[in-house]
């Protein structure tokens, strides 16, 4: 069965700064993909960044990436230049297989301060 | 491109009744998958619809049925509501190819309030 833990409950950042939310994952499957999804209050799931099990490089959109460490079964977020509205819920994902079922943790609340 | 769309966006029933979400996938779409969100239990998966058929199914009582139209569009059922079931109900479309990876896009929900 699939896994997928966050531990940081909550978290505070600077506007401008950078912020790592933490996500750790456990799979038997082969292949897999990891998500990461933005939830604002009004309750909506956007779509932020994927990372394949097989990607050799680290996925990025804009000021969004990913650190895959595959050997550490983590796949961290990293937004760089913090702005107010990232003030969100923050989900990471695992899917794989056939269907396009997703794993959720139990996800990361970001508090961006002016 | 127009967006998932859900309807209703609100809805309150009580105990014992029965509810029909609906969800409209993006055009081309032909996967549609739900998520039941609340604060205890978190995002758990309820069911994929793809092509008409169900492909994948959550860990959610029989009370809990779906279906998906010709034209993709997908309706989930709840019977014989109970307080529980108090959440917000998201659905994802996606291309749904089998073997390699969809990215979903979710609609804004359906919020439920059973009383």
């Known amino acids: 069965a699939q896994k997928i833990t966050q531990t940081q409950p909550g978290m505070f950042v600077q506007e401008k700064e950078a912020v790592t939310l933490d996500c750790t994952y456990d799979?038997?499957?082969?292949?897999?993909?990891l998500f990461w999804y933005k939830q604002p209050s009004s309750g909506e799931m956007i779509f932020l960044i994927y990372?394949?099990?097989?990607?050799?490089q680290n996925a990025t959109e804009g000021r969004y990436s990913l650190n895959f460490q595959k050997a550490r079964k983590s796949a961290n977020l990293v937004i760089s230049a913090s702005q107010l509205g990232d003030s969100a819920m923050y989900f990471c994902?695992?899917?794989?297989?056939?269907?396009?079922?997703?794993?959720f943790g139990t996800g990361t609340l970001l508090a961006v301060q002016p | 491109k127009a967006g998932v769309t859900q309807t209703p966006r609100y809805l309150i029933k009580t105990r014992g009744q029965q509810v029909t979400l609906s969800c409209s996938p993006i055009s081309g779409h032909r996967s549609v998958s739900w998520y039941q969100q609340t604060p205890g239990q978190g995002l758990q998966f309820l069911f994929e619809?793809?092509?008409?058929?169900?492909?994948n199914k959550g860990n959610f009582p029989g009370r809990f049925s779906g279906r998906q139209f010709s034209n993709s569009r997908s309706e989930m059922n709840v019977s014989t509501l109970e307080l529980g079931d108090s959440a917000l109900y998201l659905c994802a479309s996606s291309f749904g190819t089998s073997g390699q990876y969809n990215e979903q896009f979710f609609g804004p929900g359906t919020r439920l309030t059973v009383l």
């Open positions: 990372q394949g099990s097989y990607d050799q």
């Open positions: 994902a695992s899917g794989g297989g056939a269907t396009n079922k997703l794993i």
């Open positions: 799979t038997s499957d082969p292949s897999y993909g």
């Open positions: 619809y793809f092509s008409e058929t169900q492909r």
